[in-house]
């Protein structure tokens, strides 16, 4: 019997962890370094439950993390904020929303996946704040790697490269 057992964290609690720090009011976690190592900590988390740890993830599990990250706005509120993030919170946010952008996939709908509806849809915003994001040094290859997981996806790319505003960042 092991008294020193982590209890085993549900998406929801993860998710709003992160949310609510990103979205507290002690100056958000770059002006409070208490908030940004739980930040990182919730983060690390958040990847323990997308990428397994010995085993692959469970892909109910999974699911649930995906509409629950969407729903929240988790995905949004990350990009937003990435400049606030310390280095390796960076770093594993990029891959967390990586892996949610990959396969979030919904089978029910066979003409857009759940990512084109939320970047194209909900925040459309998200990918110039990306691209802003690519000029500033610290962030810039975070940016770089979430606007080219983005850019994989052939409705997002298509808009992407229609609008005509994008042509003052390039």
Request: charged share 25%; proline share 4%; aromatic share 8%.
């Amino acid at each position: 019997m092991s008294f020193f057992r982590r209890k085993e964290r549900q998406p929801a609690e993860v998710l709003r962890a992160i949310r609510d720090n990103l979205l507290s009011e002690d100056g958000g976690p770059q002006a409070n370094p208490g908030v940004s190592a739980r930040l990182d900590r919730s983060l690390a988390v958040l990847k323990e439950m997308l990428y397994g740890d010995e085993a692959a993830p469970d892909t109910d599990l999974y699911t649930e993390l995906v509409h629950q990250a969407l729903q929240t706005d988790v995905v949004y509120l990350l990009i937003s904020d990435m400049a606030s993030l310390s280095f390796e919170g960076r770093h594993d946010a990029v891959q967390c929303i990586s892996s949610l952008v990959r396969r979030c996939k919904d089978e029910t709908r066979s003409r857009r996946s759940l990512t084109e509806d939320y970047i194209l849809n909900t925040h459309p915003d998200t990918l110039a704040l990306l691209v802003r994001g690519y000029g500033v040094p610290d962030i810039g290859l975070a940016c770089g790697q979430l606007i080219r997981e983005f850019m994989r996806h052939k409705a997002i790319l298509e808009a992407f490269l229609g609008a005509v505003r994008w042509m003052v960042y390039i």
